[in-house]
C-alpha cells in the first residue's frame, strides 16, 4: 500500500466503516498524544471535492459513543470514535485537534455556532468555531447526560441527579450554560424546610435553596448531600450508609434488609 494521494480540496463527504480496508492508500492515523498506527480503531472514509479518497484510522476513546458531524460553520469534520474527540479541518486534516476521550453525547446550537459535548462524568461543554472552550459545567450529573434538543437558545437535557439512577429535565442557556430551572429544583428535589442554615463554604446565613449556594457550594446530588436528620453536610459515601436518599422531591428512609 502507497501513500495517500494529497490533496489540496476540502472534505465533501464521509462514510463510517466497519474496520480497516484491506487494500488501498495508507490510512491516516488520528490520535490523542500516543500514536498506535497498526492498532484498528474507529475508521472513517472521506472523499474530498476533487475526487480524491482516503480513509482515516482515529484512536478510540473509553465510550461506546461514536459519530461524525459536519461543524459547517467552523469548515470542520468533528469525528468522534468511542468517546474521542477530533476537529478535523476540512482542507487541512493533519491539523486536527481533540478534546478528551470521555464524550458520551453531542449537540449543535440551532446557529451551528456552538458545539455542546456531554462528558463521562458528568461535565457539559461547549465549544466555538475555533475550538475554545465557551463554557464548563463541572460535575453537572452525577453520571449520564442525555442531550435531547437546542431550540431558541435553550439547551434540554436528561441528567442523572444522584447515584441511584434518579432523573430529571434540565434547561440550560447555550450562551452560557446557566441553568434556568436552578429555582424550580428546590421544589423537584428536596423539601423547602430541610435547608441548610450556613454554606460552609462563604459562611452565607440562610442560603437561598437547599441544593446550593450562591458561591458554587452543593449541598445536593454532586460532591455533598445536606442531611436534615443530623443537620449536617455529609458525605456521598457517609449519605448512603445510612441508606438514605433523595426521591421524588422527599426524603425516604430505605428499609433496612
Known sequence: MGEPKASTSQIIRWEILPGLPGE?????????GHPTPWAEGFVVRFWN??????????NKGVTPFGSVLDFSE???IVVIASGACYFVPKTEPER???????????????????LILAH???????YDRTGATVWKHENLSAGGIRLK???GGIITAEIEYDYEGQWRTARLSAADGTDLDRKSLLSESVPTDHGPKRCPSC?????????YCDCGYEFVPGSKVYDPESLRLASRKDHLLRSTSFRRGRLVQSQAS
Do not use: M, Q
Not at 458520551?104 to 446550537?109: E, M
Not at 463521562?120 to 461547549?126: H, P, Q, S
Not at 459562611?203 to 441544593?211: Q, R, T
Open 49 to 58: 471535492e476533487d475526487g480524491i479518497e482516503w480513509v482515516g484510522n482515529f
Open 120 to 126: 463521562a462524568g458528568g461535565d457539559l461543554a461547549a
Open 203 to 211: 459562611k452565607l446565613e440562610n442560603p437561598p435553596s437547599a441544593l
Open 24 to 32: 488501498g492508500p495508507v490510512p491516516k492515523h488520528f490520535h490523542l
Open 74 to 76: 467552523a469548515e470542520i
Open 149 to 151: 434538543s437546542c431550540d
Open 96 to 114: 486536527y485537534t481533540t478534546f478528551g476521550s470521555g464524550v458520551k453525547g453531542a449537540l449543535f446550537d440551532e446557529r451551528r455556532t456552538l
